[in-house]
């Protein structure tokens, strides 16, 4: 297929090379001439603009984007995607926003002609560069079905939500919990440490009684429990906290507008808040531990 790609940050570069390594046909845009380069290098053509690529011989484009200003100029202006594009055109935004945006956007790009879905994505950038993503789609099925060829060059689990913005729902409501279930297990474990246990012990214990979640059997925030986390390579790499605070203010954000009470999920914002405050935004959201350690724990 002939793919139009925009946005190739951490997450969409890779997805964009397992596109070109699955035989489809792309051009792409970046503000980035690295990340362009790379894509080109690997087969990709490039596109000199936003409207360029949106003119250009495709017949679908993907979007993966910061956050839901970019995502709505990039679709909503005067020389975006939906200005130029033609009504035969799929589209497809990876982004992770908030789920009123998805829908604004979707809406406008139905009145163009255009059929769209969300499908934010969760697997962070080692998921993103092997193809095993988890994508959550929002959209219509017959959509949803069109996309799926592609979503399988880029993700194993890809699941359809429900109507638009639904997929961000699931995003943003996936990533609540996952913050508030990290901070909790990094409070049993300073707890349980500095009551004298050993902590691959206690994590041990933890993993397989009622404790047991994500945050502790594949992530464990406590050095040196689990060699794969980025707890034990000084809370580089993964997932960021600064990343973590985005999706929770997504999430509380929505909560807002649905009239929904959040109460750990905001707890869990101003935690993070605080974290990001004190220079920390770069580590990995496992690294909220040290809130309740000091930097005992490197």
Not at 85 to 112: F, H, Q, W, Y
Not at 127 to 138: I, N
Not at 170 to 189: D, P, Q
């Amino acid at each position: 297929m002939k793919i139009g790609f925009l946005g190739l940050g951490n997450m969409g570069g890779p997805m964009a090379h397992n596109l070109i390594k699955a035989g489809h046909q792309l051009t792409v845009f970046d503000l980035s001439q690295a990340a362009v380069t790379s894509l080109v290098d690997a087969g990709a053509s490039a596109a000199p603009s936003i409207a360029a690529l949106a003119q250009a011989d495709i017949e679908l484009i993907i979007t993966m984007l910061p956050a839901a200003q970019h995502v709505k100029s990039v679709y909503l202006g005067e020389e975006g995607l939906l200005a130029n594009v033609a009504p035969t055109v799929k589209l497809i935004d990876s982004s992770t926003i908030d789920p009123m945006s998805a829908r604004e956007v979707a809406t406008a790009a139905a009145k163009n002609g255009n059929r769209m879905i969300d499908a934010p994505v969760s697997g962070g950038t080692g998921g993103a560069a092997a193809g095993t993503l988890t994508f959550m789609v929002g959209g219509e099925q017959s959509d949803f079905d069109a996309a799926l060829p592609v979503l399988q060059a880029m993700g194993k689990n890809i699941v359809h939500c429900g109507p638009a913005g639904n997929g961000q729902v699931a995003k943003v409501a996936n990533n609540m919990l996952l913050a508030i279930s990290m901070i909790g297990t990094a409070e049993a474990m300073n707890l349980g440490v500095s009551l004298g246990m050993d902590p691959k012990v206690l994590a041990g214990i933890i993993n397989t009684s009622s404790g047991r979640c994500w945050s502790s059997d594949t992530y464990n925030p406590y050095p040196g429990v689990l060699d794969t986390a980025p707890a034990s390579r000084g809370y580089t790499g993964g997932f960021g906290s600064d990343l973590m605070l985005k999706d929770l203010g997504l999430a509380t954000e929505a909560a807002k507008q649905a009239r929904q009470p959040v109460i750990l999920g905001g707890l869990a914002q101003q935690l993070y808040q605080t974290f990001s405050s004190q220079g920390n935004g770069g580590l990995d959201f496992s690294a909220i531990i040290k809130l309740y350690a000091g930097d005992t724990h490197e």
